[in-house]
């Protein structure tokens, strides 16, 4: 079993929008912090955002570079994990991880990663 | 904005030999609560990352003890005591401390 299985990536055009989810199984979900994470081709990590349980208030925070442009939102009910990706463009071509490894008190679990590619 | 610099950026060692990667962050990561949010994390070759160390010198489950962390304030090192074919790929350091920010990645080749 996967502990964490992105899902809803693929080529959209410049402008448009794009929704990912990140389907969890194996944890406690509910009580997970979790984040995205960005990867360009053949680049570095980058710090996408990042969501709280609601038990800890479930607020979101996105990386400010972004300009409210994403939002990560959850479904604890059907464990899963979302980004609304709007107003894309060429330079959010990259693979997107859903993780809880960013979190030192839980478990470091990651995504295979979904390949989101904005172009025209 | 916390910049994390690593080096080198590219590291070919020996097996069985020692390596040490360094990061540098342009703030202290030493947090409120008396924790440095500094972690290491290992991509292998066509796969998604792994934590290996977290709070500057803690071992996640099941990574070897021949990896090592240390460091403080804004000045950190991921040791392997001796590297092994598996160790192969990109190491990147994270702040957890201002956000999040990761450093550059260094790629650890065998020679």
């Known amino acids: 079993e996967v502990p964490l299985v992105e899902s809803g990536g693929g080529l959209v055009k410049p402008g448009g929008s794009l929704r990912l989810t990140c389907a969890a199984s194996?944890?406690?979900?509910?009580?997970?912090?979790m984040s995205w994470v960005r990867q360009a081709p053949g680049k570095g990590l980058e710090w996408v955002g990042r969501i709280r349980s609601k038990s800890d208030g479930g607020s979101a925070d996105h990386a400010a570079f972004l300009k409210g442009r994403f939002t990560i939102s959850r479904d604890d009910s059907k464990n899963m994990l979302f980004l609304q990706m709007n107003s894309l463009n060429t330079e959010d071509t990259a693979v997107y991880y859903c993780?809880?490894?960013?979190?030192?008190?839980?478990?470091?679990?990651w995504g295979q990663g979904t390949l989101v590619t904005v172009s025209s | 904005d916390v910049v994390m610099t690593q080096s080198p950026l590219s590291l070919p060692v020996t097996l069985g030999q020692p390596a040490s990667i360094s990061c540098g962050s342009s703030q202290s990561l030493l947090y409120i609560d008396g924790d440095t949010h500094l972690s290491w994390f290992l991509q292998r070759p066509g796969q998604s990352p792994r934590r290996l160390i977290y709070?500057?010198?803690n071992r996640d489950s099941g990574v070897p003890d021949r990896f090592s962390g240390s460091g403080s304030g804004t000045d950190f090192t991921l040791n392997i005591s001796r590297v092994e074919a598996e160790d192969v790929g990109v190491y990147y350091c994270m702040q957890g401390t201002h956000w999040y920010t990761f450093g550059q990645g260094t790629k650890l080749e065998i020679k």
């Open positions: 194996g944890f406690t979900f509910s009580n997970a912090w």
């Open positions: 709070k500057v010198f």
């Open positions: 993780t809880t490894g960013l979190f030192h008190w839980v478990t470091d679990y």
